[in-house]
């Protein structure tokens, strides 16, 4: 089934050291995303690919990074530079950047927690 | 700035009640889009519907139905005889039509509703 797939669902992290999340998709879609979902706070976005080997920060990216060398694949790297790194991280795809559908299809998140 | 409000935080009703969420929006831009999108205690959000500006028709997609109302930038969602499945929490979004951030969904703080039997 094509789809995108997060992984781990659950990690947990010790203070100051760096995690790197994982985030495949087979639907062939241009763009990928980054999202951050803490209680009460909805999603804000980390960082967005348009294109493989491009990627761009969105509104909170400090502390974060990401790389886009293949299409399939975006993981992200939770840097001990994020202040609160504790909180569910989603990624996304789209088949293109502004796409006229609009959709965005998400994995099922991953869970941090920073000890 | 763009902005989405969902002043409902959260919602408790009793299986077949009708429910209804709320959605206001801001934006300075003539054309834009607006989303829903539920995310089941899983995890991920899934695509409910999109709705641009240009087209204020309501639309109605089985128990599911959609107000959009320019004039009070609102874009609000019901849900008849609601079920225990519609147990989420459900996210309003934005995003401009051209400019460059078409891609960038700026995204309500999500109103959980809970269906108990």
């Known amino acids: 089934d094509g789809g995108i797939t997060q992984s781990p669902k659950y990690l947990f992290r010790k203070e100051g050291q760096n995690v790197t999340l994982s985030c495949e998709q087979n639907?062939?879609?241009?763009?990928m995303y980054w999202y951050r979902q803490d209680p009460g706070q909805g999603l804000r976005l980390i960082y967005y690919s348009q294109i493989v080997n491009d990627f761009q920060k969105g509104d909170i990216a400090e502390g974060y990074s990401v790389s886009r060398e293949k299409k399939e694949s975006f993981p992200l790297t939770v840097t001990s530079a994020q202040k609160n790194p504790t909180a569910f991280y989603l990624c996304?795809?789209?088949?293109?950047?502004?796409?006229?559908?609009?959709?965005?299809?998400f994995g099922e998140g991953s869970r941090l927690t920073v000890l | 700035a763009q902005k989405v409000t969902q002043a409902q935080t959260e919602i408790s009703v009793v299986e077949k009640e009708d429910v209804t969420l709320d959605c206001v929006y801001e934006t300075r831009d003539t054309t834009y889009y607006l989303f829903w999108y539920k995310q089941p205690p899983s995890g991920e959000l899934v695509f409910l519907i999109r709705r641009n500006s240009f087209d204020e028709q309501n639309e109605i997609s089985g128990r599911y139905s959609w107000n959009f109302q320019k004039s009070t930038s609102s874009f609000n969602f019901t849900i008849t005889a609601s079920q225990v499945v519609d147990s989420a929490v459900y996210f309003c979004?934005?995003?401009?039509?051209?400019?460059?951030?078409?891609?960038?969904?700026?995204f309500g703080k999500g109103t959980k509703l809970s269906v108990k039997p």
């Open positions: 639907l062939n879609h241009d763009a």
């Open positions: 996304a795809s789209s088949i293109d950047w502004g796409s006229v559908t609009g959709e965005l299809f």
């Open positions: 979004a934005l995003s401009e039509a051209y400019g460059g951030s078409q891609g960038n969904l700026i």
